[in-house]
């Protein structure tokens, strides 16, 4: 037999999205991060004006279980924001 997967997004009146789970990937490794993985963690870094007080910005940063269980967590971090940075306009 053939099954057809349907995917069906829900929005509200505005255009938004108001799905109850959206999936996210690592963004280290690019693998879909599972409902299920209670291992992984999202960061959220903070920007900084030229004074070094927060400017309300932040760039979000999503580690799989599997790379914080291997211990690569700090430096996936740490080279993940090391190549962003320059596009998010820190120093």
Known sequence: PVRLR???????EEGENIELYIPRKC????RLIEAKDHAAVQI????LDQSGVYN???T?????GYVRN???GDSAIDLLWQKKKASAGQA
């Open 6 to 12: 349907h995917s069906f997004t829900m929005y509200n």
């Open 27 to 30: 963004s280290w490794t690019n």
């Open 44 to 47: 959220n870094v903070g920007h």
């Open 56 to 58: 309300g910005q932040y």
């Open 60 to 64: 979000t940063l999503a580690l799989s």
């Open 70 to 72: 291997m211990g690569d």
